[in-house]
Nanobody, 125 residues
Framework: QVQVAESGGGLVQAGGSLRLSCEVS????????MGWYRQAPGKKREFVAA????????NYHGNVQGRFTISKDNAKNTVYLQMNNLTPEDAAIYFC??????????????????WGQGATVTISA
């Protein structure tokens, strides 16, 4: 059974940085596209970033372009989200997902078992 687990969330001041990690267990993911979504209180879950299994395709939501970086380490079955210059608008629960759509505006939603439990990011002004 595949398990997806995020870590690295926490409290950071506006302008600061955090790195989220997402470890996949139960199978190797070197042939899986991987991605990050987020959901702020009272808002819908939204696409943040996605990377194809080969790393040749990487897309970001316009609001994080230039500030966030998605990367992965196949040897560790782990995908990362480096978040820099954080703003209060970035505060949310961040979810890692296997097999996301690579296009930010795709309506496709992966099935529930491919999502992690979420990591909370809180930004202080």
């Amino acid at each position: 059974q595949v398990q997806v687990a995020e870590s690295g969330g926490g409290l950071v001041q506006a302008g600061g940085s955090l790195r989220l990690s997402c470890e996949v267990s139960g199978r190797t993911f070197n042939r899986d596209d991987m991605g990050w979504y987020r959901q702020a209180p009272g808002k819908k879950r939204e696409f943040v970033a996605a990377m194809s299994w080969s790393g040749s395709i990487i897309n970001y939501h316009g609001n994080v372009q230039g500030r966030f970086t998605i990367s992965k380490d196949n040897a560790k079955n782990t995908v990362y989200l480096q978040m820099n210059n954080l703003t209060p608008e970035d505060a949310a629960i961040y979810f890692c997902v296997m097999g996301p759509p690579l296009a930010p505006d795709s309506p496709y939603i992966p099935s529930d078992e491919l999502w992690g439990q979420g990591a909370t990011v809180t930004i202080s002004a």
